[in-house]
């Protein structure tokens, strides 16, 4: 495995907080059916399925920023 500039190493752990803080604001449904879809996004990653991985982006993406999404 290559490793990780310095600034590469910021940005991954930026985005990782990023996406700890959007998942901490949605609902328990919603945050189940992510634990489903991430481990899906690392097995597209390993296969090559770059336009796989790219529309479950999509939708991870929309169930993380979709306002009727957040908890009441």
Not at 5 to 10: K, L, N, Q, R, T
């Amino acid at each position: 495995m290559a490793e990780l500039s310095g600034s590469s190493e910021d940005q991954v752990e930026d985005d990782v907080a990023e996406f700890r803080a959007a998942l901490s604001r949605i609902r328990e449904d919603h945050r189940r059916v992510l634990l489903i879809l991430v481990p899906r996004l690392a097995a597209m990653q390993e296969r090559g399925d770059t336009e796989g991985a790219l529309a479950l982006v999509a939708k991870i993406h929309q169930i993380l920023s979709d306002p009727e999404r957040l908890p009441q």
